[in-house]
């Protein structure tokens, strides 16, 4: 303990000093935990957008993710209303939504050009939530009444480029599964971005009876399975594969090719940077330490005359290292806390990505185990500074200690 009280008083000798590498320490440790939090946060947020789409699993033929299909839906699951019904009686699934993929012509009488649509279930307004992004209009009706046209939500592109706006009246054409033409009447109910301008040009949605009046079919593309808790993944993917073995059970993370792209740079930039930043701590260290040992090279001569051993002179300059990173990392938690509320309390809006329409809110996370990872290498690289710095004033003799000047 008394070593402790020592080193505490050995930094208040050159309190300025002390201040601006306490100061630069922490700003390190600042920049380190934003730009963790930031990077923790677009993953959470890219997470929750991926499972809200697609579910935590997907249930599919084994190869209509590998091979295009001939025809409309060949390579669809057919029963699904069957296999809908089992996995709901499951209390782990809140939701399992069918879906539809297809594409073909729409026309609005004058101009016709292509579209991807989907048909989705009629509870994917509560699944999808704000990751539905209605800009005009509504979401499609939760009962479509037969006895009326049928309803679709155009992408706010393809919207555009129809002239159509809330009501028009549209033309859907495909082929159907076998291989013939039809087309539905549909009448506009709302429109949607995306966020992505390619999609925003050619995307739609229907309803899944709509979709399948068109392909004239019962089949459906694949069905998401929404669990109440994420943490049941692994396991119910495998009772999944043995309950269904003529299926294919693949995982949101095998879907979410935007959310590994993004994952796979951002551990790249922010590592780089992380090594930077502690890069910058080792270096003010060492310059502090080293100038505090050049400064007291006699009072370590006098030091070792008193009997005071080289190992017990290099551990209280390793405590001095030791206190000056641990209190510069608490002094950075603080700053990056503070941080943390502020962005909370105002809106503050980054910038729409490349290849996209849409800005989102800035979030920073303030993360425990990244705290407790940044105040174990700030510490550690403090000592190794230290030792560095302190190893020429302990090589010295006492005689040479002593008449250092």
Not at 57 to 85: K, M, N, Y
Not at 205 to 228: C, E, G, K
Not at 385 to 394: E, M, N, P
Request: aromatic share 8%; net charge negative.
């Amino acid at each position: 303990m008394k070593w402790i009280l020592l080193a505490w008083q050995n930094l208040g000798r050159n309190r300025r000093r002390t201040l601006a590498t306490l100061l630069l320490i922490a700003m390190g440790v600042t920049g380190i935990m934003t730009t963790t939090g930031f990077a923790l946060y677009t993953y959470e947020s890219l997470q929750e957008f991926a499972m809200r789409e697609n579910g935590q699993l997907i249930l599919s033929h084994p190869d209509f993710f590998e091979r295009e299909e001939e025809f409309p839906l060949q390579l669809g699951v057919a029963d699904s209303d069957d296999i809908r019904a089992t996995l709901l009686k499951d209390l782990n699934v809140s939701y399992v939504l069918p879906s539809i993929e297809f594409n073909g012509l729409i026309s609005n009488g004058e101009k016709t050009t292509i579209f991807m649509g989907r048909g989705v279930d009629t509870d994917l307004p509560k699944v999808m939530g704000p990751a539905l992004n209605i800009v005009d209009g509504r979401a499609l009706s939760l009962r479509p009444d037969p006895a009326q046209d049928y309803e679709v939500i155009l992408g706010q592109g393809l919207a555009e480029s129809m002239q159509a706006s809330i009501g028009s009246g549209l033309t859907l054409m495909s082929t159907t599964s076998d291989g013939a033409l039809n087309a539905i009447d549909v009448i506009v109910q709302g429109i949607v971005a995306t966020g992505i301008p390619e999609m925003d040009a050619r995307y739609l949605m229907v309803h899944n009876s709509s979709a399948q009046f068109l392909l004239d079919t019962d089949n459906v593309s694949q069905l998401s399975i929404y669990l109440r808790n994420s943490d049941l993944q692994s396991d119910y993917q495998q009772r999944l594969t043995d309950e269904f073995p003529h299926l294919l059970v693949t995982p949101w993370q095998d879907r979410a090719f935007f959310y590994r792209s993004v994952k796979n740079l951002y551990d790249r930039i922010f590592g780089v940077m992380g090594v930077v930043i502690l890069i910058m701590v080792l270096f003010a260290i060492f310059n502090t330490s080293a100038m505090s040992v050049m400064e007291r090279i006699r009072e370590i001569g006098t030091l070792g005359a008193l009997g005071t051993r080289r190992s017990e002179i290099i551990r209280l300059f390793l405590l001095e290292a030791s206190l000056l990173g641990g209190l510069g990392t608490l002094l950075g938690y603080g700053l990056s806390g503070i941080l943390t509320i502020a962005l909370t309390v105002f809106d503050v809006q980054m910038p729409a990505p490349p290849g996209q329409t849409e800005g989102y809110p800035l979030q920073v996370y303030f993360s425990g185990e990244v705290a407790l990872w940044a105040l174990f290498g700030v510490v550690v690289i403090s000592m190794l500074a230290s030792a560095l710095a302190v190893r020429k004033g302990t090589q010295l003799t006492v005689a040479e200690a002593l008449r250092y000047a």
